[in-house]
């Protein structure tokens, strides 16, 4: 499996290693250990232009996860085109405010918000059905126990 990040901002300073070994556990538990990800520190306007021009919201956000596509028919069903699962971007200056007001580190902060991205790119969904919305989060809930364990 590949995490590769791009550090897009210079503001806030992030344990980038140590957040890539715990997402790479993330990785291997949902079962994308064969998959790459493409994480990107941002910034709150680089957050605030991608969520205008793609999600039609001004303002800036915390994440956003943009799928890789596009899925080729194949004989046996559906499958990826390539191995990228698509890129998570985080505002860190926002996680950073978050993480202070939770009491926490900011990478514990980090890894949820990638987390809650990786999940969007895997097909979760919160903003739909409220089956949806708490199915997504048990399993983000699971996956930080699971990290909480494996240390």
Known sequence: ??????????????????????????????????????VVWGNDRLLHDLNRTYRYQDRPTNVLAFPQTPVIEMASGASPATDLLGDVVVSLPIASREAGALEQPLEARVVYLVIHGLLHLLGYDHEGAVVERQRMELLEQELLAYLSETG
């Open 1 to 38: 499996m590949t995490i590769r990040v791009q550090n897009r901002q210079r503001a806030i300073a992030i344990d980038t290693p140590s957040v890539k070994r715990r997402l790479q556990h993330v990785m291997a538990y949902l079962g994308c250990d064969q998959r790459e990800l493409s």
